[in-house]
């Protein structure tokens, strides 16, 4: 089944399990803002409230909004963005914000909808519609660009910018703060980039190929010299057959690859199987740690920031496939997760 028809799927499915058009109607006559106009610029008090669908955008809208707004994540840590539903709270939160931040390209899956229809009533930026499409991966075959931009530091530099010139949008007052603030931050990620490059250049050349649960690392393998294989497609609707497992087991035993990783937010029962399956073909394979995909760490934690979930993944994953990486990573902040 091509994977574009199985994020429509997904989206028909949230569909019927929400009556999102009924509950959103109602909401908006109890909260009394049907007539605010979607992309008026805004002239409220400060700090404005923002949203953000997932965590890895939740952090640039604090990190570029700064004080001028308080920012809430709408879908949490070790949350599948891909297949979750909008609870009546979580509309609630979106109905109360000023602005809102989603990643867009089919990443929100279910939440689509009612993203569309608040966006009649409030400005909602699609951040990864305002990324140079010449920077995007196509998903093979299904002519959809791939939404997981952020495993590549110099594409969430991208993105950083593309919020910055959203909010210039929408609160044009402050358009220099939040490119000020926009600058500063990169200077951070170029950073964690040039840490990434080395550590991940540091992995033996016949090693540098990385199993994981679902296809949400291709990103970072373009970025960083690594071949990377999922089991999944890029939507973790999708589902592996045994074909699929059976094709990579083989590959686990002929390129004799130590380690396989799983995800935060992503069901490790197929990881498992190849690791069972290189078993019985008399190769040991390992579980070379649990990454963060389409969630961040937990709030108040460095992982449960963009700079620390990277630096958690490129350091977990250069130890685990024969590279070197500080145990405490590029700060010396990880815990002992990786």
Same mark, same amino acid.
């Given at each position: 089944?091509?994977?574009?028809?199985?994020?429509?799927?997904?989206?028909?499915?949230?569909?019927?399990?929400?009556?999102?058009?009924?509950?959103?109607?109602?909401?908006?006559?109890?909260?009394?803002?049907?007539?605010?106009?979607?992309?008026?610029?805004?002239?409220?008090?400060?700090?404005?409230?923002?949203?953000?669908?997932?965590?890895?955008?939740?952090?640039?809208?604090?990190?570029?909004?700064?004080?001028?707004?308080?920012?809430?994540?709408?879908?949490?840590?070790?949350?599948?963005?891909?297949?979750?539903?909008?609870?009546? &709270?979580?509309?609630?939160?979106?109905?109360?914000? %000023?602005?809102?931040?989603? #990643? +867009? =390209? *089919?990443? !929100?899956? /279910?939440?689509?909808?009612?993203?569309?229809?608040?966006?009649?009533?409030?400005?909602?930026?699609?951040?990864?519609?305002?990324?140079?499409?010449?920077?995007?991966?196509?998903?093979?075959?299904?002519?959809?660009?791939?939404?997981?931009?952020?495993?590549?530091?110099?594409?969430?530099?991208?993105?950083?910018?593309?919020?910055?010139?959203?909010?210039?949008?929408?609160?044009?007052?402050?358009?220099?703060?939040?490119?000020?603030?926009?600058?500063?931050?990169?200077?951070?990620?170029?950073?964690?980039?040039?840490?990434?490059?080395?550590?991940?250049?540091?992995?033996?050349?016949?090693?540098?190929?990385?199993?994981?649960?679902?296809?949400?690392?291709?990103?970072?393998?373009?970025?960083?010299?690594?071949?990377?294989?999922?089991?999944?497609?890029? &939507?973790?609707?999708?589902?592996?057959?045994?074909? %699929?497992?059976?094709?990579? #087991? +083989? =590959? *686990?035993? !002929?390129? /004799?690859?130590?380690?396989?990783?799983?995800?935060?937010?992503?069901?490790?029962?197929?990881?498992?199987?190849?690791?069972?399956?290189?078993?019985?073909?008399?190769?040991?394979?390992?579980?070379?740690?649990?990454?963060?995909?389409?969630?961040?760490?937990?709030?108040?934690?460095?992982?449960?920031?963009?700079?620390?979930?990277?630096?958690?993944?490129?350091?977990?994953?250069?130890?685990?496939?024969?590279?070197?990486?500080?145990?405490?990573?590029?700060?010396?902040?990880?815990?002992?997760?990786?």
């Amino acid at each position: 089944m091509q994977r574009k028809t199985l994020y429509a799927d997904g989206r028909r499915r949230g569909r019927e399990l929400l009556n999102l058009g009924a509950i959103l109607i109602a909401m908006v006559v109890i909260l009394g803002n049907a007539d605010r106009p979607a992309m008026a610029q805004y002239e409220g008090d400060y700090p404005y409230r923002s949203a953000a669908t997932v965590g890895m955008l939740a952090d640039i809208v604090v990190n570029v909004a700064g004080d001028k707004s308080t920012v809430t994540q709408v879908i949490g840590a070790g949350v599948d963005p891909h297949v979750y539903n909008p609870t009546r &709270s979580d509309l609630a939160t979106l109905l109360k914000a %000023d602005v809102i931040f989603q #990643v +867009g =390209l *089919l990443l !929100e899956g /279910q939440m689509g909808d009612a993203l569309d229809k608040i966006g009649k009533r409030r400005p909602v930026f699609a951040i990864g519609d305002r990324i140079d499409k010449q920077f995007l991966l196509e998903d093979a075959g299904a002519g959809h660009p791939d939404p997981h931009v952020w495993m590549d530091v110099q594409g969430w530099m991208r993105a950083v910018a593309a919020v910055a010139d959203a909010l210039g949008e929408f609160d044009p007052a402050n358009g220099d703060v939040y490119t000020a603030n926009a600058q500063a931050y990169i200077k951070v990620l170029e950073a964690l980039d040039a840490y990434a490059k080395r550590v991940l250049a540091s992995i033996p050349a016949d090693k540098r190929i990385m199993i994981t649960a679902h296809d949400a690392f291709s990103y970072l393998g373009r970025a960083y010299g690594i071949e990377v294989v999922g089991i999944q497609g890029l &939507s973790t609707e999708s589902e592996a057959g045994l074909k %699929d497992i059976n094709r990579i #087991v +083989g =590959l *686990l035993v !002929e390129r /004799q690859i130590p380690a396989v990783f799983v995800e935060t937010s992503v069901s490790d029962k197929n990881v498992k199987a190849l690791i069972e399956g290189a078993g019985a073909k008399g190769h040991r394979v390992r579980i070379g740690g649990e990454l963060f995909s389409d969630a961040m760490g937990r709030a108040g934690t460095y992982e449960g920031t963009y700079v620390g979930m990277i630096d958690h993944n490129v350091t977990t994953i250069a130890r685990a496939l024969g590279g070197e990486a500080p145990a405490g990573g590029m700060q010396g902040k990880l815990g002992g997760a990786h």
